[in-house]
């Protein structure tokens, strides 16, 4: 079954980088455009970033323009996000999710993983 | 501000029928592109519920029907159950962003 496992989440300080991972499993990954959605305390989904499934395209959403990159290594099967300059109102849950329709772009999003929170704060 | 406007909360007795509005704009409803639908349970990750405005996936039962027309979308679940306490969430694509934008979700609350 289609699974995806986020992981690197953790507590870090204003204006630091982490990189995030998304270990995908259970369907062919270079099929499939991926995004990654964060979710902060409390509050309502954000989407934050798209690749599409041979990595050729990108968007980001304006909030992560010149902080957050995304890629992907599909012989690795493993999505990421690279974090720079981060800020305490990017503290949130952190989901990949992938696109229902193979070789697509911007279809509704039909398997999610479990999400990793990332904190930032001093 | 979300770029997809949707009522912060709804309510309803079980096996009531309840609406959840979705409301975009020229840029994405208004532009043809399409709208999902997706619920989150308290402490999961979101699932997909409606999809391409209209369709369901595998497993989702057919009390929840989902339509678009011109700027706006709706959400509609019929014979309420406890079980449907969850927040909703719309989403599409956005012309003018170049990228996917949500609603701000709607909190469904089963009296």
């Known amino acids: 079954q289609v699974q995806l496992v986020e992981s690197g989440g953790g507590v870090v300080q204003p204006g630091t980088s982490l990189r995030l991972s998304c270990a995908a499993s259970?369907?062919?990954?270079?099929?499939?455009?991926i995004h990654w959605v964060r979710q902060a305390p409390g509050k309502g989904l954000d989407w934050v970033a798209f690749?599409?499934?041979?990595?050729?395209?990108?968007h980001f959403a304006d909030s992560v323009k010149g902080r957050f990159t995304i890629s992907r290594d599909n012989s690795k099967n493993t999505l990421y996000l690279q974090m720079n300059s981060l800020r305490a109102e990017d503290t949130a849950v952190y989901y990949c999710a992938r696109e229902s329709v193979p070789y697509g772009q911007w279809h509704n999003l039909d398997s999610w993983g479990q999400g990793t929170l990332v904190t930032v704060s001093s | 501000q979300s770029v997809l406007t949707q009522p912060p909360s709804v309510s309803g007795a079980p096996g009531q029928r309840v609406t959840i509005s979705c409301t975009g704009s020229s840029s994405n409803f208004g532009a043809g592109y399409e709208v999902h639908w997706y619920q989150q349970l308290p402490g999961t990750a979101p699932k997909l519920l409606i999809y391409a405005n209209s369709n369901r996936p595998s497993g989702v039962p057919d009390r929840f029907s989902g339509s678009k027309s011109g700027t706006s979308a709706s959400l509609a679940i019929t014979g309420l159950q406890a079980e449907d306490e969850a927040d909703y969430y719309c989403q599409s694509f956005d012309s003018s962003l170049s990228g996917s934008v949500f609603g701000g979700g709607t909190k469904l609350t089963v009296l």
């Open positions: 690749i599409s499934y041979d990595g050729s395209n990108r």
């Open positions: 259970g369907f062919t990954f270079s099929t499939y455009s």
